[in-house]
């Protein structure tokens, strides 16, 4: 896949990215050279590489997935103007 001048402006234009015309020539050799470079890596073979999510090998450290309220109810409702068992009292507004 190569990229002519017309499709650097064109991608520049729906950037909303000022390219002067020399520019845009530039770019065109630094996109074909880059594309280029993405085509070799299609080439290379990874059947049997498995995803990685860090070049360092490392343990997620993960917590337990367990339910609880937090300990902290006291002291969310402990400023409200009105509470019943640790819920928030508000005016009713729907008859």
Not at 21 to 32: I, V
């Amino acid at each position: 896949m190569s990229v002519d001048l017309a499709t650097v402006k064109r991608v520049a234009r729906l950037a909303r990215i000022a390219v002067s015309e020399e520019e845009a020539n530039r770019m065109t050799g630094e996109l074909n050279g880059i594309l280029g470079f993405v085509e070799q890596l299609s080439e290379v073979n990874v059947e049997g590489v498995e995803p990685m999510t860090s070049v360092t090998p490392m343990v997620m450290r993960k917590r337990e997935d367990v339910v609880n309220d937090g300990s902290k109810a006291d002291d969310i409702v402990a400023n409200a103007p009105a509470t019943d068992r640790n819920f928030f009292q508000v005016p009713k507004v729907v008859e």
